[in-house]
C-alpha cells in the first residue's frame, strides 16, 4: 500500500485538517482499536509519522502517550 500525505488521508476521512485526522488515531486508541491505530499511523507518509510523533503527541501520561508508544514500535 503506498503511504499518503496526513493532508489526503484526512480528506479520503471527510476530516478538514491532518489535526483531526491525528487525533482520530487517538480516538482510535480510546476506543479500544489498537490495530486500527497501527492501520492509520502506517497509512502515512514518513514525514507526517514524525511530526505526529514529535509535535502532535504530548509525553502526559495519557492515551496520547500510549499512542506515542504504539506508533514507535510500529517503526521498528
Do not use: P, W
Not at 491505530?37 to 504530548?58: G, P, T
Amino acid at each position: 500500500m503506498a503511504k499518503k500525505y496526513a493532508e489526503t488521508l484526512a480528506k479520503e476521512y471527510d476530516f478538514e485538517t491532518k489535526e483531526d485526522y491525528y487525533n482520530y488515531i487517538v480516538e482510535s486508541l480510546i476506543n479500544g482499536q489498537r490495530q486500527q491505530v497501527r492501520d492509520l499511523f502506517n497509512a502515512m507518509r514518513k514525514s507526517d509519522q514524525q511530526e505526529f510523533l514529535i509535535n502532535f503527541l504530548q509525553e502526559d501520561d495519557s492515551y496520547q502517550t500510549s499512542t506515542k508508544k504504539i506508533c514507535i514500535d510500529e517503526r521498528k
